[in-house]
């Protein structure tokens, strides 16, 4: 039987992502967005749809607290900039001090209730590296926080992106189908700009914004890798080519 789980969907490319894997390998119960004083609702709508198109039932929590004690970007101030809080100065003005230990921390909670043992999130160590909430000690560590702080011994993170880079994320979506990472690609929504109306190559966004940024290099870097696979295992569609290049053993890390 498949493991119950909850996935925290922000409705960027990771955690639709992530979704598209857990609807694979578990019984999704839930997804879970937040609402924490983000500037645009663009990524809440892009959550709606992608819940919608794997079916799973959405539930978006309120969370004011964040935005009355914390300082990122993401609740105001310019995301291009280093962080504003001097013992963050290493880390980008995009970071949020505690948000994934609240937010896992809810989605635990959660999971008592509807009876869901596998908190499935997007989080990743590689693109971001430095956000002290995305790796794999914390993981680790908040494991056995929950197991001891919520006598709750059978809850586990997935994270399936932790060490992936963004092209590689983008190979996950189109080994389970050409129709699952076009949506990704067209729906998901990573701008920091808010900006859902300008599309380009790898979905839209502003294409001026690090999200931005690191979003389209990962389109390029995937298509420079489809297209090397292509020239030894052949393929008319991306699914096609990853699918060949999997049997051939030349991309063992997606099955
Ligand atoms: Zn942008």
């Known amino acids: 039987m498949k493991p119950r789980s909850l996935v925290l969907l922000s409705g960027?490319?990771?955690?639709?992502?992530?979704?598209?894997?857990?609807?694979?390998?578990?019984?999704?119960?839930?997804?879970?967005?937040?609402?924490?004083g983000q500037q645009h609702s663009v990524e809440l709508e892009a959550a709606r749809k992608v819940a919608a198109y794997f079916s799973v039932p959405l539930k978006i929590v309120k969370v004011t607290s964040l935005e009355e004690v914390?300082?990122?970007?993401?609740?105001?101030?310019?995301?291009?900039?280093?962080?504003?809080?001097?013992?963050?100065?290493?880390?980008?003005?995009?970071y949020v001090p505690g948000r994934n230990i609240l937010f896992f921390t809810l989605g635990a909670a959660r999971m008592t209730k509807i009876?869901?043992?596998?908190?499935?999130?997007?989080?990743?160590?590689?693109?971001?590296?430095?956000?002290?909430?995305?790796r794999p000690e914390f993981v680790k560590a908040f494991e056995t926080t929950i197991h001891r702080g919520m006598e709750f011994p059978e809850f586990?993170?997935?994270?399936?992106?932790?060490?992936?880079?963004?092209?590689q994320t983008w190979a996950l979506a189109y080994n389970i189908s050409d129709q699952v990472g076009d949506f990704i690609r067209n729906v998901s929504h990573t701008c920091y700009n808010g900006d859902h109306e300008t599309k380009h190559d790898w979905g839209y966004g502003c294409g001026e914004c690090p999200a931005?940024?690191?979003?389209?290099?990962?389109?390029?870097?995937?298509?420079?890798?489809?297209?090397?696979?292509?020239?030894?295992?052949?393929?008319?569609?991306?699914?096609?080519?990853?699918r060949n290049g999997v049997q051939d053993g030349k991309a063992m890390w997606l099955s």
């Open 12 to 36: 960027g490319q990771d955690s639709s992502t992530v979704l598209a894997l857990a609807s694979q390998h578990t019984n999704v119960v839930e997804a879970m967005a937040f609402m924490y």
């Open 70 to 94: 914390a300082t990122s970007a993401l609740l105001g101030g310019d995301v291009n900039e280093a962080h504003p809080l001097p013992q963050f100065k290493d880390l980008p003005a995009s």
């Open 115 to 134: 009876g869901a043992t596998q908190l499935w999130t997007g989080i990743n160590a590689t693109d971001y590296s430095g956000y002290p909430d995305c």
């Open 212 to 242: 931005c940024w690191l979003r389209a290099k990962g389109w390029d870097e995937f298509n420079q890798w489809i297209e090397a696979l292509r020239s030894v295992v052949g393929g008319d569609t991306y699914h096609e080519t990853i």
């Open 156 to 167: 586990e993170i997935v994270a399936p992106l932790i060490d992936k880079t963004k092209w």
